[in-house]
């Protein structure tokens, strides 16, 4: 079956221009999470929705991110003005249920790979 | 706060040695999942092991063994018999257990390159 897929896998962006990053999770997912990869770091934690409802946005790193998942199933996560230090990898991620009691287990995307110049 | 090290940025072996990768972890939690992924050149994580906090028994998959430690804090990855296509960068995480385990904290990596 089809896994988690995102789009475009590479974007670049000049400095100050707004970009969309669009995250397709596995179908029957209900739960999203989208994690930012520096170059030579670990995937750090960025938000997480179940179905619609964005339940934590705690790792956002500033008010230019912003995330949604409107109908609970595509999200897109959106950078306004970018700059250089936005610059890294995005990784989307789903699972079968919402979160809580065992874990449940995160399937990963291939990423987006953003350069700003 | 949790925290992973991997203290080793990058290994090179040649084919068919054996290679330990080091995770060392830090948490308050009582219970916790702790995992390993592997991130080939295509950049998607894939999904290794994951090893619950009550489990302290090593688990072996084929070539690949892992040594956890909860009295060290450490849960190590052993690749016998290394062939090239597990030239990658592989990641040590953790996540506390029950309410609220969705947020895993990786390490900064360790890339492997496997010679022939």
């Known amino acids: 079956g089809a896994g988690v897929s995102q789009s475009p896998r590479y974007k670049v962006a000049k400095r100050g221009q707004d970009v969309a990053l669009r995250c397709d999770p596995i179908s029957g997912h209900v739960s999203l999470f989208w994690y930012q990869q520096a170059l030579g770091q670990g995937p750090e934690f960025l938000t997480y929705?179940?179905?619609?409802?964005?339940?934590?946005k705690s790792g956002l790193p500033s008010d230019r991110f912003f995330a949604e998942r409107p109908e609970g199933s595509v999200s897109t996560l959106k950078i306004q003005r970018t700059q250089q230090e936005d610059s890294a990898v995005y990784l989307c991620?789903?699972?079968?249920?919402?979160?809580?009691?065992?874990?449940?287990?995160?399937?990963f995307g291939p990423g987006t790979r953003l350069t700003v110049l | 706060a949790q925290k992973v090290t991997q203290a080793q940025t990058e290994i090179s072996v040649v084919e068919k040695e054996d290679v330990t990768l080091d995770c060392v972890y830090e948490t308050r939690d009582t219970t916790y999942y702790l995992f390993w992924y592997k991130q080939p050149p295509s950049g998607e994580l894939v999904f290794l092991i994951r090893?619950?906090?009550?489990?302290?028994q090593n688990e072996i998959s084929g070539r690949y063994s892992w040594n956890f430690q909860k009295s060290t804090s450490s849960f190590n990855f052993t690749i016998t018999a290394s062939q090239v296509v597990d030239s990658a960068v592989y990641f040590c995480a953790l996540t506390a257990s029950g309410a609220g385990s969705y947020q895993l904290t990786f390490g900064k990596g360790t890339k492997l390159s496997v010679i022939p």
């Open positions: 929705f179940q179905n619609e409802a964005q339940l934590d």
């Open positions: 991620a789903s699972s079968p249920r919402e979160v809580g009691g065992d874990y449940n287990e995160q399937f």
């Open positions: 090893r619950n906090s009550f489990d302290e």
